[in-house]
C-alpha cells in the first residue's frame, strides 16, 4: 500500500470545541513520526505501555525488526496501517483529555496540549488551517533515555533509569497495566515537560521545543497520585 495515497488527506477530527486541523502538513510528515516515535526504541515500549492494542502488531524491543519497519516506511510503502490507524486515535483522544482536563494552551498561531495517555501534541496553523505538527511521549525519546545510566538497587524504580531497566525493576513486575502507564509513561512525560523545556528567549534553541513548555503552567504536579490520574481518565472516558 503506498503511504501516501492512503494517509496523505488523513484529518484529526477530535470531539472538542477547537478547530479540525490536518493530520501533518503530508505523508512524508506523518511517515517520519511514526518512524521516530512509535517505532524506535524506547518511546516504542512506552506506547506499547499507553496503548496495548499495538502490542499485537510489532514487538517494540527488537530493535532489528524496528529498524526493518522504518526502512519500509521510508520507502513510501505502509507495512502496518493499522499503527497509523491507532496512532492518529490517540491524537484525537490527546486533543478531547487536554480539553477537558484543562491541559491545553493557545498561544497567537500555536496550539499544544497533553493527554491523559500522556501523550504531547502541537499544532499550529497553516494559513486558513490548523494542521498537527508533532504527537508522541515525552521523556523516552531523547538521548539521556536511550543510555543506560547509573541505578539503583533492584526494588528500586526511577525516572532516571532506561524505560527496559524500569520494567524489569522488581516493584514494577508486580504492578498492573494501568500501574505502569502511570509510573513509566505518564508521570515520566510530566517530569520530562517541567524539567526539560524551557520557555522561549533570544538565548533558547528551537521553538518547538519553547511551545512545549507552555504546558508547564497547566499540568498537574509531578506528585500527581496514581489514583487522582484514573479519576481524571474516568473524567475523560478513559481506561477501565
Known amino acids: 500500500m503506498n503511504w501516501s495515497v492512503a494517509f496523505g488527506a488523513q484529518r484529526v477530527e477530535p470531539r472538542w470545541a477547537g478547530p479540525p486541523m ?3 502538513p503530508d505523508a512524508q510528515s506523518l511517515c517520519r513520526h511514526v518512524a521516530k516515535h512509535l517505532l524506535t526504541f524506547p518511546e516504542s515500549l512506552a ?34 496501517p493499522r499503527v497509523v490507524e491507532i496512532y492518529r486515535a490517540a491524537v484525537c483522544e490527546a486533543w478531547e483529555d487536554a480539553e477537558r482536563l484543562g491541559w491545553i494552551v493557545t498561544k497567537s498561531d500555536v496550539i499544544v496540549g497533553f493527554g491523559s495517555s500522556a ?8 494559513g486558513r488551517e490548523w494542521c498537527l505538527r508533532t504527537a508522541f511521549l515525552p521523556g523516552h525519546g531523547e538521548p539521556a533515555a536511550q543510555h543506560r545510566l547509573r541505578r539503583g538497587r533492584d526494588e528500586r524504580v526511577t525516572p532516571y533509569q532506561p524505560l527496559h531497566e524500569r520494567l ?7 504492578w498492573n497495566a494501568e500501574q505502569r502507564h502511570f509510573y513509566l509513561v505518564f508521570r515520566v512525560g510530566v517530569q520530562a515537560v517541567r524539567a526539560r523545556h524551557f520557555h ?3 538565548w533558547s534553541g528551537n521553538e518547538e521545543t519553547c511551545h512545549y513548555a507552555l504546558l508547564k503552567t497547566v499540568l498537574p504536579s509531578p506528585s500527581l497520585k496514581i489514583d487522582d490520574w484514573l479519576e481524571a481518565r474516568k473524567r475523560c472516558g478513559r481506561g477501565s
Do not use: M
Open 22 to 24: 490536518r493530520f501533518f
Open 47 to 80: 506506547w506499547h505501555l499507553a496503548y496495548g492494542a499495538l502490542q499485537e502488531l510489532y514487538v517494540a524491543d527488537d530493535e532489528n525488526g524496528l529498524w526493518n519497519l522504518r526502512r519500509t516506511i521510508e520507502q513510501g510503502l505502509d507495512p502496518l
Open 119 to 126: 501523550v504531547l501534541a502541537l499544532a499550529e496553523r497553516d
Open 168 to 174: 524489569e525493576a522488581r516493584r514494577a513486575k508486580e
Open 200 to 202: 522561549c528567549s533570544e
